[in-house]
């Protein structure tokens, strides 16, 4: 008697998106880290000069 045997094929659909859940998890775990940040030091995103410095002519 032979014995039954599994399809060696990979589904390639299931594949795509397993790559991309993983893709999506992995961004928002970044954007995750970053707001959190953010929350923890917000005056460390805001550079020291934000205004541009003027020649006065007088």
């Not at 039954?4 to 990979?10: A, D, E, G, R, S």
């Given at each position: 008697m032979d014995r039954?045997?599994?399809?060696?094929?990979?589904d390639v659909d299931k594949g795509f998106a397993?790559?991309?859940l993983a893709l999506l998890c992995f961004f928002l775990l970044v954007m995750i880290v970053r707001c959190g940040k953010m929350v923890m030091?917000?005056?460390?995103a805001i550079p020291t000069s934000t205004w541009q410095e003027e020649q006065i002519n007088s």
């Open positions: 039954p045997t599994l399809p060696t094929y990979v397993f790559a991309f030091d917000p005056y460390s």
